[in-house]
């Protein structure tokens, strides 16, 4: 496994999925379950959606190089773009999104039970996020299937754990609109890398 690559994909995905739905939805589902069986279950989810995004991504390394690098380039882009789009009503929307949420989590269950609805919810809400198409991107960009996998679902399950342990504590301190920004940033910063090796191909 290359470290560097793990590590570029942890922290991208980790950027743009601290803002996101993931949180808020494992945030309420560990206020209506045990946290282990929510982490549990919603790491299980992620596990799934992210093999599926890396095997999305070795298929479409078998298009031409030139295609595969616009794509992610594009990719990139749209990334950044929806992150700028979404940023200004973000803290706003958080309100809605537990709300959302919390009618989805159902009264206390058993461990068994509860894993398996804190999976249902997040794979049910998850399918097209901005981190499988970055996790797509990571794959046909530098062809490292183990790597990125790891990288992708290890930012998953740390983004869904702070959520689960102090997921309260750190919407008191962070504000989810300057999270977009910065993810989208690191979408943009990724584009422009992408950009030259395309103008490079050329």
Do not use: N
């Amino acid at each position: 496994m290359d470290l560097a690559i793990f590590a570029l994909t942890f922290g991208a995905i980790f950027i743009v999925e601290l803002p996101d739905k993931t949180f808020i939805a494992a945030l309420v589902l560990s206020t209506r379950y045990r946290p282990l069986a929510v982490w549990i279950g919603v790491g299980l989810a992620f596990g799934v959606q992210t093999l599926v995004a890396v095997t999305a991504g070795a298929l479409a390394t078998l298009l031409p190089d030139l295609l595969i690098r616009s794509v992610a380039l594009l990719i990139f882009l749209i990334g950044a773009i929806m992150l700028v789009r979404t940023a200004p009503g973000a803290d706003a929307a958080e309100k809605e999104q537990e709300e959302e949420f919390a009618a989805k989590a159902a009264e206390p269950r058993s461990f068994v039970k509860a894993a398996v609805a804190s999976f249902l919810v997040l794979f049910a809400a998850e399918w097209g996020d901005l981190s499988q198409l970055l996790t797509i991107s990571f794959v046909t960009k530098y062809h490292d299937h183990v790597s990125v996998f790891a990288g992708a679902w290890a930012a998953l399950l740390t983004v869904s754990g702070l959520a689960v342990l102090a997921g309260r504590v750190l919407l008191r301190y962070m504000r989810l609109s300057v999270l977009h920004y910065i993810g989208a940033a690191v979408c943009l910063l990724l584009a422009v890398v992408t950009l030259v090796e395309v103008v490079k191909a050329v």
